[in-house]
């Protein structure tokens, strides 16, 4: 059975770059995509995902916090992994408010994101963060 992906970006050109990561995995089936976090939310609970993966610098609905977003998601058994071309603590912080089990670089996906929806998907926690230094 394969792994089912949301990947979540509020750019075409990323969600294209990641769907056609995830077109190369036999053992990943994308379901669906979502360009903002209020979409994220819709599919996530009518899609039932195993693995998110979502951009931590999507516009925010009016008065909704990424603490919200993580607090909706937490009724969710969907395992998250956050995305971002920040390698900060502020990105950090984001992802841990979301509840990731994973923060990656966008510059090192073709890399690291498939071997992590993998291990999100086995419920083994990972981090994967970027190796420049800031």
């Known amino acids: 059975m394969p792994i089912r992906v949301i990947i979540a970006d509020d750019f075409d050109a990323?969600?294209?770059?990641?769907?056609?990561?995830l077109k190369s995995a036999d053992d990943i089936e994308l379901i669906g995509e979502a360009a903002d976090y209020a979409e994220t939310l819709r599919l996530v609970s009518?899609?039932?995902p195993?693995?998110?993966?979502?951009?931590?610098?999507?516009?925010v609905p009016n008065?909704?916090?990424?603490?919200?977003?993580g607090?909706?998601?937490?009724?969710?058994?969907?395992?998250?992994?956050?995305i971002s071309v920040w390698?900060?603590?502020l990105?950090?912080?984001?992802?841990?408010a979301l509840g990731a089990v994973a923060r990656l670089d966008k510059s090192e996906m073709p890399r690291t994101l498939l071997p992590a929806i993998r291990t999100?998907?086995?419920?083994?926690?990972?981090?994967h963060q970027s190796r420049r230094s800031e």
């Open 14 to 21: 990323v969600r294209r770059t990641l769907r056609n990561l």
């Open 46 to 48: 009518q899609l039932d």
């Open 50 to 59: 195993d693995v998110l993966v979502m951009d931590l610098h999507m516009p």
């Open 63 to 69: 008065r909704m916090t990424t603490t919200d977003i």
């Open 71 to 82: 607090r909706a998601m937490a009724s969710s058994p969907c395992r998250i992994i956050a």
């Open 87 to 89: 390698v900060d603590e």
């Open 91 to 96: 990105a950090q912080e984001i992802a841990q």
């Open 120 to 127: 999100a998907a086995a419920s083994r926690t990972t981090v």
